[in-house]
């Protein structure tokens, strides 16, 4: 059983910045990663996901150029770095662990309790 704890959310104005880190529980197998976010009202959406290796890398066109993300294997941690945030960043972030790459939420089996991030105008 893999668990994941968010952190790292909070408000800032639009163009600031926030990094949001998921710390896991010690994986038994090679796991890729994701983040993802909802916003009240509306679907969850996938925002960038990660391969085990950290080799590959994919961002929703919304993200591309603001966010990165990355990982520490040897912490378990996941990482997502957010810079020149807009009020459309809103929404509370979730971190997810699965077996299989990609931004389909059908990929993860594991989800953490999510970390709330608000952006003002």
């Known amino acids: 059983q893999v668990q994941l704890e968010e952190s790292g959310g909070g408000s800032v104005q639009s163009g600031g910045s926030l990094r949001l880190s998921c710390a896991g529980s010690?994986?038994?197998?090679?796991?890729?990663m994701a983040w993802f976010r909802q916003a009240p009202g509306k679907e969850r959406e996938g925002v960038s996901c990660i391969s085990w290796s950290g080799a590959y890398t994919y961002y929703t066109n919304s993200v591309k150029g603001r966010f990165t993300i990355s990982r520490d294997n040897a912490k378990n941690t996941l990482y997502l770095q957010m810079n020149n945030l807009k009020p459309e960043d809103t929404a509370m972030y979730y971190c997810?662990?699965?077996?299989?790459?990609?931004?389909?939420?059908?990929?993860?089996?594991?989800w953490g309790q999510g970390t709330q991030v608000t952006v003002s105008s």
């Open positions: 010690e994986y038994k197998y090679p796991i890729c």
């Open positions: 997810a662990a699965g077996p299989v790459y990609g931004l389909r939420s059908e990929n993860y089996n594991y």
